[in-house]
């Protein structure tokens, strides 16, 4: 089982009965910055592209799943700016990782 899978399996468990209310976003996660494998989970769940169906999804979030996701960005809130803010930014055909990244960054900023 690879670190993501095991990182998915922790954060359910996490989540409880909430886990099942995103629909889980798809991306290559070798596209992802070694750095942010961790996150991976998170923007899996959080990384809705549709504005609407993420605010949805934040405001039936539970107080402590907030708490933690907005924990998470914190910690990584550099290397999210250095991936993020970088040339993948400009590109007009960004991978899907990093739209799941950038949904997810929205989505904690939103909460």
């Not at 970088?86 to 960054?105: C, H, I, L």
């Amino acid at each position: 089982m690879n670190m993501s899978n095991e990182s998915t399996i922790a954060m359910n468990e996490k989540y409880g009965e909430f886990a099942s209310a995103s629909g889980n976003v798809a991306f290559n996660e070798s596209d992802v910055p070694e750095k942010l494998v961790t996150l991976i989970p998170y923007a899996k769940f959080w990384g809705l592209a549709d504005d609407w169906a993420r605010e949805q999804l934040a405001t039936k979030a539970p107080e402590h799943v907030k708490t933690e996701l907005k924990q998470m960005i914190a910690r990584y809130d550099d290397v999210l700016d250095e991936w993020l803010a970088g040339d993948e930014a400009a590109s007009a055909n960004p991978s899907d990782a990093y739209v799941a990244f950038s949904a997810m960054r929205m989505c904690a900023d939103f909460m």
